[in-house]
């Protein structure tokens, strides 16, 4: 018997079978995917996920990783059959080690984002890792979903960021890969693997991530812009201007901005009139507050000269910065909140980006009429979250009937222009058809050898990914 066995492992209290106590685990974020579990497993230990795991392997019971289910993908809900458990790494939370000296915080997999961020900066260190769901996400989910967000233009996304890994196998065994070193090269890349598996492969339990010197200043703007393409001419000048000074860079169109003034009415555009694009930049500096800020001033003053921006905000004080941000990193609740939506988080070489939203937006109007565009990203690394809003005249049904539709359309575009179908939020289970269209025979086959081969049973997150 099953349930009996994991209360022995985990404690009674932390094997959830009530449904109000297993509910919030068993719908995802975006509310498009609820699964059934046996339960809902919460270890407080390596030792007890080891546990866990062999008994679910001895039962061909599947396991469903679990961090702060804001996956975008379905990845960390379960399939309705109810045979799986859920297996929650919240309660896995320590700050392990913080080591200055070698740059390395080393954290348990239940970290919510923001803790490690704040871990780090009690240390004097930045862990750069940063998105708008910092705030529930947790670095086993960041690392499965091999996460990006806004700094990925300076720091890369998670896997740069990762040193170390300590894992779970689906045979129940540890692997300990903590190590903290930038170079180790004893063989194949195992620690890659898993990064980006969305819990298909194992259960992440704890990481060795990278940190780096806290900036001397930060300082943030917003540029209000006609067009994608001068957003684009805006970036180039950007990272000639300020090279590795230049940390963040994220572009949202004035659709995206009425939405997030609409849904949450105490925050407000800082411009007088409506401009078509808006960017906003970020530099981290490591002189001064004063050097950070004549550089953004050069940059905008030539942005101006050369006619590529309408209107430029430059925040004075921290918390002016903050509600900038505010305006980018609200998107997604707003449009959750506007209603179902059809997201697509591609990316396409930065000097296609242009083109791509042109041609892709006039053929995507022509074949659904009444659509809305909610288009906005991470600009500095060709990655656009390409989002549709239902046509007022269609109900939510008829909208997302019209999904494999739009994603044929959008997704051909993208493999037109040499893209990817998920830039970082990663496949789950709603992206598992489309990559199969696109990816090719062979990496479909290298990749269910490598699944049959760490998941012989198939009890690591089943119908995920492959
Ligand atoms: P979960 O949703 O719990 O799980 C995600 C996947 O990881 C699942 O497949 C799950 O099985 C697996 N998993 C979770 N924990 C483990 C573990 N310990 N071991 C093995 N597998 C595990 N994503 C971006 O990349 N960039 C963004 O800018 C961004 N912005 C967002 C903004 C909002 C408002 C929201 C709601 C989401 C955003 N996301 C973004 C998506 C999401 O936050 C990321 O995918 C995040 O990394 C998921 O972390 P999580 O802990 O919530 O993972
Ligand atoms: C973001 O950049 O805000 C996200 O990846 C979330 C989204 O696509 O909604
Ligand atoms: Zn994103």
């Not at 065994?173 to 990064?195: A, H, Q, S, V």
Request: proline share 4%; aromatic share 6%; with cysteine.
């Amino acid at each position: 018997m099953l349930l009996p066995r994991l209360q022995q492992i985990v404690g009674a209290a932390h094997v959830l079978t009530a449904s109000d106590a297993t509910a919030p685990y068993l719908t995802d974020w975006r509310r498009r995917f609820t699964g059934m579990a046996q339960a809902v497993v919460l270890p407080a230990a390596t030792s007890e996920v080891a546990a866990v795991v062999q008994l679910c392997a001895e039962h061909g019971t599947p396991v469903v990783p679990q961090g702060g289910n804001t996956g975008m993908v379905g990845g960390a809900t379960p399939d309705p059959s109810g045979q799986a458990i859920v297996l929650s790494l919240r309660r896995m939370d320590r700050v392990r080690e913080v080591d200055a000296g070698n740059q390395t915080i080393t954290v348990e997999a239940g970290c919510v984002l923001r803790s490690v961020q704040d871990a780090a900066r009690d240390a004097g260190l930045l862990f750069p890792l940063s998105l708008a769901a910092e705030g529930s996400a947790t670095i086993g989910g960041n690392l499965s979903t091999n996460a990006g967000g806004t700094q990925v233009l300076r720091y890369g996304n998670s896997r740069d960021l990762t040193l170390g890994l300590e894992l779970v196998l689906a045979s129940g065994e540890i692997w300990n890969g903590l190590r903290g070193l930038r170079k180790d090269n004893t063989g194949y890349d195992l620690r890659n693997l898993f990064i980006g598996a969305e819990g298909t492969l194992g259960v992440i339990t704890a990481a060795c991530l990278k940190t780096y010197p806290l900036p001397r200043a930060q300082v943030t703007a917003l540029f209000a812009l006609d067009s994608v393409r001068a957003a684009l001419d805006l970036l180039s000048l950007a990272q000639s201007s300020a090279g590795a000074t230049l940390t963040a860079f994220e572009f949202f169109s004035d659709t995206c901005l009425r939405l997030v003034t609409r849904h949450f009415p105490d925050r407000r555009s800082p411009f007088s009139e409506s401009h078509a694009q808006y960017v906003l930049m970020q530099l981290s500096d490591h002189e001064d507050e004063q050097h950070a800020t004549g550089l953004l001033q050069a940059i905008a003053e030539r942005a101006l000269e050369r006619q590529l921006i309408a209107d430029a905000a430059i925040a004075q004080s921290a918390a002016q910065g903050h509600a900038l941000w505010a305006l980018r990193e609200l998107i997604s609740e707003a449009q959750a909140r506007a209603g179902k939506n059809i997201k697509h988080d591609i990316s396409v070489p930065i000097s296609s980006i242009a083109r791509f939203i042109d041609e892709t937006d006039e053929q995507l109007a022509r074949l659904f009429a009444g659509i809305e565009m909610v288009t906005f990203g991470h600009l500095g690394d060709g990655n656009l979250h390409y989002n549709v809003n239902a046509p007022p005249q269609l109900s939510e049904q008829q909208f997302l009937s019209m999904q494999p539709a739009v994603y044929q359309c959008v997704h051909d575009q993208v493999v037109r222009f040499a893209g990817s179908i998920s830039a970082e939020h990663g496949i789950g289970q709603l992206k598992r058809e489309e990559n199969a269209r696109y990816k090719s025979a062979v990496e479909l086959g290298l990749m269910r050898a490598i699944k049959r081969t760490l998941d012989p049973l198939n009890i690591m997150n089943p119908g995920k990914v492959i």
